[in-house]
């Protein structure tokens, strides 16, 4: 079984939603909770950006183009974090990595993709 694992992507219309989830079964809990958790996207031709992270406060932050559409959140007990997004548009396609902070791990990336 993989140590991460990515679900939720898929294709889907302009106008719709989708909620990727990921888990990581290596991180032992007492340093899962102290962990920043974030995802990252990376379009064709594009570098990796930051869509969002929060910390293990709950206090959470938004790239610029994703604010009021997409909302992070996490479930320690889990080990898992969440992304919901909202209002998918075109420019929000690609793939999608989950990250967990200062451990390091990624997960394996999750194709999105937001047809017009």
């Known amino acids: 079984q993989a140590q991460v694992q990515e679900s939720g992507g898929g294709l889907v219309q302009a106008g719709g939603s989708l909620r990727l989830s990921c888990r990581n079964s290596r991180i032992i809990l007492s340093t899962f909770w102290g962990i920043e958790l974030g995802w990252y996207r990376q379009a064709p031709g594009k570098q990796?950006?930051?869509?969002?992270?929060?910390?293990?406060?709950?206090?959470?932050n938004y790239g610029d183009s994703v604010k009021g559409r997409f909302t992070i959140s996490r479930d320690d007990g889990k080990r898992s974090v969440f992304l919901q997004m909202d209002n998918l548009n075109p420019d929000d396609t690609g793939v999608y990595y989950c990250h967990f902070g200062s451990t390091n791990y990624w997960g394996q990336g999750i194709q999105v993709t937001v047809s017009s």
């Open positions: 990796r950006e930051l869509v969002a992270n929060i910390n293990s406060d709950g206090s959470t």
